[in-house]
């Protein structure tokens, strides 16, 4: 499961790490609290040629006559992506990357659910696979994508069953397509001992709250 996440690499970085041309109409700026349903910088790759283009997070099925036309589709399930109708046909021809700092995750507790902040312990960005589609019905047209998740691996065990799928710079290629065959095998936790992760306040549950504090660690679970 991912649920909220922070983005903080400016566009043009964003296309520099990816060698990606950036599309013009991206949002851009520093957003500690991307919540379901914000538009979002996403890398695609078609004919060998990588864009960094705004889609919705909240995948929209080709059947749906309006976005909410049905359930939030915010994440996809890396062992049944490939036979959900929502999500196969996408899974197939349609994979994404989306780069982010660190993400936010909740363990219940005895007082409530507790925020935890995760990013990578070398303090580099986070490459998260998803995937994506261009839905159209009427005259609305809608970009929008999901994070593939697996079983959590040693890191987050702890906190939730659930993580994205997070891929080395090594598989960027082979994810988006452009390396031929057996994406399949990338949708994984990966290896342990890369992400940290520590308690934050729980301010950042309102969809609402800005700003970097929303990261900082806390002492007292219930702040």
């Known amino acids: 499961m991912c649920g909220r996440f922070a983005v903080t690499l400016p566009t043009e970085a964003m296309a520099q790490l990816f060698a990606a041309t950036p599309s013009n109409d991206l949002l851009g700026g520093e957003n500690y609290n991307v919540c379901p349903t914000a538009?979002?910088?996403?890398v695609t790759s078609q004919d060998g040629l990588r864009r960094l283009r705004p889609m919705r997070?909240?995948?929209?099925?080709?059947?749906?006559?309006?976005?909410?036309?049905?359930?939030?589709?915010?994440?996809?399930?890396?062992?049944?992506?490939?036979?959900?109708?929502?999500?196969?046909?996408a899974c197939r021809a349609r994979?994404?990357?989306?780069?982010?700092?660190?993400?936010?995750?909740?363990?219940a507790e005895a007082?409530?659910?507790?925020?935890?902040?995760?990013s990578r312990r070398d303090g580099g960005p986070m490459v998260m696979a998803a995937i994506w589609q261009d839905w159209?019905?009427?005259?609305?047209?809608?970009?929008?994508?999901?994070?593939?998740?697996?079983?959590?691996?040693?890191?987050?065990?702890?906190?939730?069953?659930?993580?994205?799928?997070?891929?080395?710079?090594?598989?960027?290629?082979?994810?988006?397509?452009e390396a031929g065959h057996g994406a399949a095998r990338l949708m994984q936790a990966g290896p342990s001992g890369r992400l940290q992760h520590w308690k934050v306040s729980r301010a950042v549950n309102s969809n609402r709250a800005?700003?970097?504090?929303?990261?900082?660690?806390?002492?007292?679970a219930a702040t």
Not at 39 to 42: D, F, K, N, R, Y
Not at 98 to 106: A, D, L, P
Not at 154 to 172: F, G, N, Q, T, Y
């Open 57 to 89: 997070w909240g995948f929209v099925p080709s059947w749906y006559k309006t976005p909410s036309d049905g359930p939030l589709l915010i994440n996809a399930r890396a062992e049944t992506i490939a036979e959900k109708p929502a999500f196969r046909e």
């Open 136 to 177: 159209a019905h009427a005259d609305q047209r809608l970009s929008s994508c999901a994070l593939v998740t697996a079983s959590a691996n040693a890191d987050l065990a702890p906190i939730h069953h659930r993580m994205p799928v997070i891929m080395e710079k090594d598989d960027w290629a082979l994810w988006l397509g």
């Open 210 to 220: 800005t700003g970097s504090q929303l990261r900082a660690p806390v002492e007292n």
């Open 111 to 118: 007082d409530g659910k507790q925020p935890f902040y995760l």
């Open 39 to 42: 538009e979002i910088a996403v």
């Open 95 to 107: 994979r994404c990357l989306i780069v982010v700092y660190g993400f936010y995750e909740w363990r």
